[in-house]
């Protein structure tokens, strides 16, 4: 019989592998690519690029997990890697020396001493270190960071300024963030210039159409007013939320609730009308299950279908991927196993109400798949383990219903 291991239905906790392989690729990937780059770049913007990657060499593999699992690296990436393939080499230049923001909060962790690292500041004027949860205005393109003894040193640009890592320096604008250092922001210029583009395209390329970034004080109590209940209710999977979200944009648009992107990981954007507990905590669990599903299919595929490959979709009025139904199948698992934890512990009946439009969801989507997706062998196993707890969850609300609990 084929062992596939233990259900990708529980959470993650610290070692996990399939985390750790998505990441682990990333910073292969990262290490040689710039490598590669440094070489093909104008003289001070590869040795730049190259005293970044001998900086990134030096951080263990934990600190170099945390660069690559930073806020907004994912899309760093994915814009370099575009312009490399496309051999744009002028605005490759420009957004190769961004690398640097990334390392900072890592070295200064491991207390690695660096000098003459070159920030850039955004086109908002501001220098936002990952990691950090303040923003500083800068009169200068770029600042220049040092470090020695754990302290970080900022100059050009900004009053000279010399930190410890858990300080804000004068005259800095703090961030919003969650219990468990989760940021909420949507204030890097970065985060409006991949809206504007995901906005532009066709809904056939998953154009998002009218979504905004809305202030983070719109949201940021009702978060945490979902991750306390998350915590009550299934702790374990308030663990993998601290694990792996590492930033939340709260948004406003008329039709999109929330989503998550593969270039994004780590990066949630939810709409800000939370005030119900069912909307929020489902919306912060859903979204979340997407990325750990995504570092799942680093690893381990589901299926053996192209991605051209298109299903009908319980979820959506236009044909899916098939990546997308399978993760539909299990982030409904997901959400059923929380409601029906919350229902056990609430006196509300919201949340066996939604359950019950969950399950059949869920049911609709596990039918089409066993009909329609030519399954690996570890997706057969896992498709099945999802139809099993939603068995099993079916079986015990009818029979609290049956006896009126």
């Not at 993998?240 to 709260?250: G, H, L, M, N, S």
Request: with cysteine.
């Amino acid at each position: 019989m084929y062992n596939a291991g233990p259900s990708v239905l529980s959470c993650v906790t610290d070692g996990d592998h399939h985390q750790h392989a998505a990441w682990d690729k990333r910073r292969t990937a990262l290490t040689s690519v710039t490598r590669a780059l440094s070489a093909r770049l104008p003289a001070g913007a590869g040795e730049r690029l190259m005293l970044s990657i001998t900086l990134f060499d030096q951080l263990s593999p934990e600190g170099q997990r945390d660069v690559v699992k930073a806020p907004l690296f994912g899309y760093w990436w994915h814009r370099l890697s575009v312009l490399y393939r496309e051999a744009r080499w002028e605005p490759l230049e420009r957004w190769s020396a961004h690398l640097p923001r990334f390392l900072i909060r890592p070295l200064l962790t491991e207390r690695i001493p660096f000098s003459g690292v070159v920030l850039p500041a955004g086109d908002d004027g501001h220098l936002w270190l990952p990691g950090m949860y303040w923003r500083i205005r800068v009169d200068a393109p770029t600042v220049i960071a040092s470090s020695h003894a754990g302290r970080l040193e900022l100059a050009g640009g900004v009053r000279v300024t010399r930190l410890a890592l858990a300080e804000t320096p004068p005259d800095a604008e703090p961030l919003e963030r969650l219990p468990g250092d989760i940021l909420v922001s949507g204030d890097d210029p970065w985060v409006a210039d991949y809206l504007h583009r995901a906005n532009a395209n066709s809904s056939a390329e998953g154009g998002l159409g009218d979504v905004s970034v809305a202030k983070a004080s719109e949201a940021v109590s009702d978060l945490a007013d979902a991750m306390a209940r998350v915590d009550s209710v299934w702790p374990e999977m308030a663990g993998e939320i601290r694990a792996i979200v590492q930033q939340i944009v709260p948004i406003h648009s008329q039709d999109t609730m929330a989503f998550s992107n593969t270039a994004l990981d780590g990066l949630l954007f939810i709409r800000t009308d939370l005030a119900d507990p069912v909307v929020a905590t489902e919306r912060l669990i859903h979204e979340t299950s997407h990325l750990r599903l995504n570092a799942v299919f680093t690893l381990s595929p589901f299926h053996d279908h192209p991605p051209s490959d298109r299903l009908h979709s319980p979820y959506r009025k236009t044909p899916r991927p098939v990546d997308g139904l399978v993760h539909g199948a299990f982030v409904f698992a997901r959400i059923a196993e929380f409601h029906d934890r919350a229902r056990r512990v609430s006196d509300s009946p919201a949340w066996s109400r939604r359950l019950r439009e969950v399950l059949e969801l869920q049911a609709e989507a596990l039918d089409l798949i066993d009909s329609s997706v030519r399954l690996t062998p570890f997706g057969r196993a896992q498709c099945d383990d999802f139809r099993r707890s939603a068995d099993t969850i079916t079986s015990a609300l009818t029979s609290d219903q049956e006896i009126g609990l």
